[in-house]
Structures are given as structure tokens and as C-alpha cells.
């Protein structure tokens, strides 16, 4: 870029430095989101609750199921498709 165009395009700079933070935010915020540990230590703890007779298993069933639906959302992502793509 020559010098011209740096000096043309320095009033977007602002505008640039926002966009690229936001774009570190986003991702890391989804890699928050499709993080599987904590899902995987929610179900450790879920079968642990059962175990101790804290939950019945019409809640453990329940739970199990929401959590598995997301590790599933989550191996997907990682795969490369997205939570409607065909099994």
C-alpha cells in the first residue's frame, strides 16, 4: 500500500481496529460455546447425582438427553456441519 492510500484510508483505521476486535470477540466467544468439557463434566456430575439418589430418573433421562442433543451440536460443529445437516 503506498503512502497516498494509507494517508486516504487512515480515517477507517477506527473503524478497522473496532471490526477486528469484535471478530476476536465472536470467535472467542464460540469457542466458549462449542467447548465439550464442560458438557462432559455436566453429565459426569448428572450420573453421579443419580448414583447418590439426589435426581430420579425420569430427571436424569431428561438432562441426559438435553446434554447429549448439544455434545452432538458440538461434534458436528467441529466436524464441519452444522446442527441440521443429515446424520
Same mark, same amino acid.
Do not use: C, K
Given at each position: 500500500? %503506498?503512502?497516498?492510500?494509507?494517508? !486516504?484510508? +487512515?480515517?477507517?483505521?477506527?473503524? *478497522? %481496529?473496532?471490526?477486528?476486535?469484535? =471478530?476476536?470477540?465472536?470467535?472467542?466467544?464460540?469457542?466458549?460455546?462449542? #467447548? /465439550?468439557?464442560?458438557?462432559?463434566? !455436566? +453429565?459426569?456430575?448428572? =450420573? *453421579?447425582? +443419580? +448414583? !447418590? $439418589? =439426589?435426581? #430420579?430418573?425420569?430427571?436424569? #433421562? *431428561?438432562?441426559? &438427553?438435553?446434554?447429549? &442433543? *448439544?455434545?452432538?451440536?458440538?461434534?458436528?460443529?467441529? %466436524? %464441519?456441519? $452444522?446442527?441440521?445437516? /443429515?446424520?
Amino acid at each position: 500500500m %503506498g503512502l497516498l492510500s494509507q494517508i !486516504a484510508t +487512515l480515517p477507517l483505521a477506527p473503524v *478497522r %481496529g473496532v471490526a477486528w476486535v469484535v =471478530e476476536r470477540v465472536v470467535q472467542a466467544a464460540e469457542n466458549e460455546y462449542y #467447548d /465439550p468439557e464442560p458438557i462432559e463434566r !455436566a +453429565l459426569a456430575e448428572l =450420573e *453421579r447425582a +443419580l +448414583l !447418590a $439418589g =439426589e435426581i #430420579d430418573e425420569e430427571t436424569f #433421562d *431428561r438432562r441426559e &438427553d438435553e446434554l447429549l &442433543d *448439544r455434545l452432538e451440536e458440538i461434534r458436528a460443529h467441529a %466436524g %464441519g456441519a $452444522g446442527p441440521d445437516a /443429515p446424520h
